[in-house]
């Protein structure tokens, strides 16, 4: 079994700093992308970063410029780095990698975990 674990979320005022990670543990082959997504209340699930195997990353625009996603492939570890933090930030942060368990996986698998809140206050 694979699980996804977050952590690093909390409060902090506008203008602040927290610091995400997600680690995988469970027998794991290979990995593909990790990201980050967040959700707020009555909102809808939205993807923040993507990192890819390659170490291209991708962001929304929202967050382009405060948020830096990182991965260690040794540690099956992905990062978010968040800077400069907004009220708008505030949300539950999950972390999805898309991974194969085995070498005769044809494909990837997505899996999430179960996310960590992050509060921003003004």
């Known amino acids: 079994q694979v699980q996804l674990m977050e952590s690093g979320g909390g409060l902090v005022q506008a203008g602040g700093s927290l610091s995400l990670s997600c680690a995988a543990s469970?027998?794991?082959?290979?990995?593909?992308?990790m990201n980050w997504y967040r959700q707020a209340p009555e909102k809808q699930r939205e993807l923040v970063a993507t990192i890819a195997s390659g170490g291209g990353t991708v962001y929304a625009d929202s967050v382009k410029g405060r948020f830096t996603i990182s991965r260690d492939n040794a540690k099956i570890t992905v990062y978010l780095q968040m800077n400069i933090l907004k009220p708008e930030d505030t949300a539950d942060y999950y972390c999805?990698?898309?991974?194969?368990?085995?070498?005769?996986?044809?494909?990837?698998?997505?899996?999430w975990g179960r996310g960590t809140q992050v509060t921003v206050s003004s």
């Open positions: 469970g027998s794991i082959f290979s990995i593909s992308t």
């Open positions: 999805h990698m898309l991974l194969r368990r085995w070498v005769w996986d044809a494909k990837g698998y997505d899996y």
